[in-house]
C-alpha cells in the first residue's frame, strides 16, 4: 500500500534534490533512503544477505580475529 505524505524541507534541500535527483523521483528516493532506517524486516533482511555472503564472512571472521590479537598484545 502506498500512502501520500506532505513534508516540509528547507528551500536549500527542496533545490538539492530537485537538481539531483529530479522533480518526479523526489518520493521514490526519500521512501528508499528512509526504508532501511524505519522498518525492521529491511534491517533483518540485510542481516541475512550479508551472512549468506561467504566472502564477507571471511573477511569480518578475519578482521575480528586481527583484532583479538591486537587486544592481547595491549594488555601487555
Not at 522533480?23 to 526519500?30: E, K, V
Not at 532506517?37 to 550479508?50: A, W
Amino acid at each position: 500500500m502506498v500512502r501520500k505524505l506532505t513534508i516540509t524541507v528547507d528551500e536549500e534541500v527542496y533545490a538539492g534534490l530537485r537538481a539531483k535527483i529530479g522533480p518526479r523521483r523526489i518520493s521514490r528516493f526519500l521512501n528508499d533512503l528512509a526504508k532501511p532506517l524505519v522498518t525492521e524486516d529491511s534491517l533483518l533482511e540485510g542481516y541475512r544477505q550479508m551472512a549468506a555472503d561467504g566472502l564477507h564472512e571471511a573477511e569480518a571472521a578475519e578482521w575480528v580475529e586481527a583484532m583479538i590479537g591486537d587486544a592481547a598484545l595491549d594488555r601487555g
